[in-house]
């Protein structure tokens, strides 16, 4: 017999981020625990609010099932000395429990069995609640206590309702005892409700005015919201974080439109969205659907259904505007002055203690970004560069840093670079210096885009190695566990810019650049070693396991491309990409085979340095093999595309077949050996042209 069971956890208002958290933590520590003891059940169903934690299971079983018990001992040989047990027969005989008398053979051995029957669910369930609370109590670094009680919980517990049908499980904790009282909204229905079974749950409360399904009451709001734009004639900007939050802090959503004056609207948007989505939790709302153009209005997610709603926008409206009051102040002071006159403060800001100021950041910017713009422009590949580029992005470099001593970006440090961006505009500078100066923090998370200008990547790109480098130059490169400098994003972002922008740059001698640059620490070969390899397994992290052509990337792809230690990102997606796509090809498994036995021969060879002589082939199969070779380096010479050059490899499938069926490579005759030893070395360099295809299956 199975029936539904239903465990709520009722607090005091908890904090939002870890509502979520904590109910799924519950939900699988109850679910795990029935698992291990091996009770049936079909699915669970979270339930959180502010005020709850709950988990509904669905037919549950109301028992363990039987279990037989079967464990083998010591063989009969050593279990027996002259007919009596031995030592070891008698310790596994109490191992078990019982008498030895008890125990039977199987397989030669002592042999004991048991059947368990099952104990009823309801009498594990408390066990089970332990286990699941150990789980929750890890997710919370900081608990507290209440009462004269010594047990500790995110916030204090008020009630716990425990039902399995229509019976009470008993449950002792936090000094309550379990029930099946439940409570509705803390305004709109505080009465205890009595709950017949679980399966009334969710309806009990929705008619108590508590929406308990986080997921049903997240769209309920992104509803509201949506609603409340549409009737201003506007958009509201949603994002995911902030929808989270506040779906976590109420229990009963109702949307309620705002508006600030529109003098405010003088701030750039971005402050106005911090200001009113970080502080205050409202959403803002655009005219247009691209939300380029802000409004003067605001939602907010109530708790209740007042009865005096406009006094609770006067509210909103009162809290919203000394915080607006103070941005518009920062805004005009720091206005006052051109974002270049900002740099004397950087002399008096530490960036890191062993690596100066933040002017001296600053410098090493501008010189990186410099070095940057001249591998650039003598790049032979095809890079969209010119000269005022270079200038543009030298000037964005000495200015990047100047709105960190800002009073708006100390007030809103999330709006670093951003408020740069504009106070450069402010100041006269053209708008592919604002543009660089603002992009150049991206891409700040995976999925956020790169910088869209030249100027923004190059210095984007300066930034990033200088951090990289000066923080491994004095060591305190990242662990497993910690990378206080996010050293990771910082590599990741070179990466991306180099690939998603197209920039044919060494990394080995950027990196090498910058740490030229440093003012402190090692700044050897070995510390450049470390970076390079450290920027490496970034790339090997980002490009492994993307789809390409329906297949995923795999390791030993990204292998075979890193043997030939290629320092170009660009130049090395380009190998991968193609060597991907060569190993679907028929011939490929049967190449990177030939490879791998031409390798092991050349290796117990030694030096096979010598020169071909085509006089010295004895049998039609060197002769086709060399031909072969000869005409598909002519094509690669032509051809700067790495798959076509793969193509082209697929066809020495048949003379390398041909080759090895038919000629001795380690011939009598030591001329005609070293000959074919060369001719071979000609293949290993045809197989390592694009990539190490020994690496391969195959």
Request: charge should be negative; proline fraction near 4%; aromatic fraction near 6%.
């Amino acid at each position: 017999m199975s029936r539904l069971f239903l465990l709520e956890i009722g607090t005091e208002d908890l904090p939002a981020r870890y509502v979520v958290p904590l109910a799924t933590a519950l939900a699988r520590g109850i679910g795990d625990g029935l698992t291990r003891r091996n009770i049936g059940f079909a699915g669970t169903q979270t339930f959180a609010t502010p005020r709850r934690l709950a988990v509904l299971i669905e037919q549950l079983d109301a028992t363990q099932p039987e279990q037989n018990i079967e464990r083998l001992g010591p063989a009969l040989s050593t279990a027996l000395k002259e007919g009596q047990p031995t030592p070891a027969a008698l310790g596994f005989a109490r191992s078990c429990g019982v008498e030895f008398a008890a125990l039977g053979e199987k397989e030669g051995k002592l042999h004991f069995a048991q059947r368990v029957p099952g104990k009823p669910t309801v009498e594990l369930i408390a066990d089970i609640f332990e286990e699941a609370l150990k789980q929750m109590d890890a997710l919370v670094p900081k608990r507290m206590r209440w009462g004269s009680s010594d047990e500790t919980f995110v916030r204090p517990v008020q009630w716990l309702c425990c039902l399995y049908g229509t019976d009470v499980v008993p449950l002792r904790r936090y000094g309550l005892d379990s029930g099946r009282l439940t409570y509705g909204h803390r305004f709109h229905a505080p009465a205890a409700i009595s709950l017949a079974s679980p399966d009334v749950y969710v309806e009990s409360l929705r008619a108590a005015h508590v929406w308990a399904d986080i997921a049903s009451r997240k769209t309920e709001i992104r509803r509201q919201i949506e609603t409340q734009a549409a009737a201003l004639k506007g958009h509201a900007r949603i994002t995911d974080d902030l929808l989270d939050e506040v779906t976590a802090l109420v229990e009963w959503p109702v949307a309620i439109t705002g508006h600030f004056e529109e003098r405010f609207l003088e701030l750039p948007p971005e402050v106005i969205v911090a200001t009113v989505e970080t502080n205050q939790r409202y959403f803002t709302v655009f005219s247009d659907a691209a939300q380029t153009q802000l409004t003067n209005a605001f939602i907010t997610i109530s708790n209740i259904e007042s009865r005096d709603v406009a006094q609770v926008i006067t509210g909103n409206e009162r809290v919203v505007r000394p915080r607006l009051s103070d941005a518009l102040f920062f805004w005009r002071q720091d206005l006052k002055q051109p974002l270049a006159a900002y740099g004397a403060a950087l002399e008096t800001v530490t960036y890191q203690k062993d690596l100066g100021s933040l002017a001296h950041k600053g410098a090493r910017v501008r010189a990186m970004s410099s070095h940057v713009s001249s591998l650039l422009s003598a790049s032979t590949h095809k890079v969209d560069f010119v000269s005022d580029v270079a200038a543009d992005a030298g000037i964005a470099a000495s200015l990047c840093k100047n709105d960190l001593v800002t009073k708006m970006v100390f007030e809103f440090p999330e709006l670093q670079g951003l408020m740069g961006g504009y106070y450069a505009a402010k100041s006269g500078e053209s708008p592919a210096v604002a543009a660089a100066i603002r992009e150049h923090y991206l891409p700040t998370q995976q999925g956020t885009p790169i910088p869209s200008t030249r100027e923004g990547q190059i210095v984007a790109l300066a930034d990033k190695l200088d951090t990289l480098a000066g923080i491994f130059a004095i060591g305190q490169k990242p662990t497993a566990s910690k990378d206080p400098y996010a050293l990771r994003r910082a590599a990741l972002g070179v990466l991306r810019i180099c690939l998603e922008a197209g920039l044919p740059l060494d990394l080995e001698e950027m990196l090498g650049y910058a740490l030229e640059l440093q003012p402190a620490g090692k700044r050897d070969a070995t510390t450049l070693g470390e970076l390079v390899a450290f920027v490496q397994e970034r790339l090997r992290a980002f490009l492994v396991g993307q789809i390409v052509d329906g297949r995923a990337i795999g390791g030993e792809t990204f292998e075979a491309v890193r043997a030939l230690d290629i320092r170009q990102p660009l130049d090395f997606q380009k190998r991968l990409h193609a060597v991907h796509a060569f190993a679907a090809h028929a011939a490929a498994a049967n190449l990177a085979a030939a490879n791998k036995r031409v390798r092991n021969i050349l290796k117990q060879a030694g030096d096979v340095s010598g020169a071909i002589d085509a006089s010295r082939f004895e049998h039609a199969a060197e002769k086709q093999l060399f031909a072969a070779l000869e005409m598909i380096e002519a094509q690669n010479v032509k051809t700067g595309d790495y798959t076509q050059q793969l193509v082209n490899l697929a066809a020495l499938r048949e003379p390398v077949d041909a080759f090895f069926d038919g000629v001795m490579v380690n011939a009598d005759d030591a001329a005609v050996r070293s000959n074919r030893l060369a001719l071979l070395g000609k293949l290993d360099a045809a197989c390592r042209s694009v990539a190490d295809l020994s690496q391969l299956p195959g």
